[in-house]
């Protein structure tokens, strides 16, 4: 009597599928794109988190930063060539990706499996923050490149709206998990971390580095719409200063201690 032979049930290895030459064309995209969140990305991130929090200093200190960042040679150019194009490609390319996904059990097999659905929501919900974001902020309401003066202002009004308030913090989050965690994928698929040990260690270290860009940016997010700041003009002196202390020093009527820059 003939049997019917079970089918034969894949193994599930633990780790991360590595980006082989053998795929085609495909893997030059895929390592561009795996490249790209770190950097310029993941750069521009870092240095973006930064310069945000700058806005825990007040108005002033915020806008010369922003004065600063739009004073540097050729930055239209940079702009576009390290920011805009390199963050359109890996976020159309991202959802490509995730569109024509396989299953994923052998190569995430159980918490892996849902690290990689959240990254892959979080890196959707970060792709239309980032496109909302540049739009408003960059393209729309007040010219930040030509009147930095009002950069904290422009923030702060946007932020008196509580649903996009909530967003930004929703983005802040995903956008530091979707680092975070793309951080760690890429020193996995790229061969930096072999072995399970050397992962389990590293991915302790995303997951700090994460927690610490997610709170920057949060304590960014309050200086606007805390207390200490409230109804901030519209411009500000951006050749005042913040000074040391000291005695019969003037102060600003946002609170701290101010010197005239010749």
């Not at 600063?68 to 976020?91: C, K």
């Not at 960059?138 to 932020?159: S, Y």
């Not at 020193?187 to 992962?199: D, V």
């Amino acid at each position: 009597m003939a049997t019917v032979q079970p089918s034969a049930v894949p193994q599930v290895q633990r780790g991360v599928e590595p980006l082989r030459a053998n795929q085609g064309a495909s893997f030059i995209w895929r390592k561009l794109h795996s490249l790209l969140g770190i950097v310029p990305i993941g750069a521009f991130l870092l240095e973006h988190l930064l310069s945000n929090f700058e806005a825990l200093k007040g108005p002033i200190a915020y806008g010369v930063q922003v004065k600063f960042l739009n004073s540097l040679p050729l930055v239209r150019v940079l702009e576009w060539v390290f920011i805009f194009l390199p963050i359109l490609y890996h976020g159309i390319y991202g959802v490509y990706i995730w569109l024509r996904g396989k299953s994923n059990i052998v190569y995430y097999p159980w918490a892996g499996n849902w690290m990689y659905l959240v990254q892959r929501y979080t890196g959707l919900i970060a792709f239309v923050y980032i496109g909302y974001h540049v739009a408003t902020q960059r393209f729309m309401g007040a010219d930040l490149p030509n009147h930095p003066a009002a950069a904290f202002w422009k923030v702060q009004h946007e932020l008196a709206n509580p649903w996009i308030l909530a967003v930004y913090v929703v983005a802040m989050i995903a956008v530091c998990w979707h680092f975070a965690y793309g951080v760690w994928l890429f020193a996995a698929k790229w061969g930096i971390t072999p072995g399970e040990i050397a992962r389990r260690r590293f991915g302790y270290v995303c997951a700090a580095g994460g927690v610490l860009l997610a709170a920057m940016g949060l304590a960014s997010i309050w200086a606007f719409v805390g207390p200490k700041y409230q109804n901030a003009p519209e411009n500000v002196p951006l050749s005042i200063l913040v000074a040391p202390v000291h005695a019969g020093a003037t102060y600003h009527p946002n609170g701290f201690q101010c010197v005239a820059r010749s």
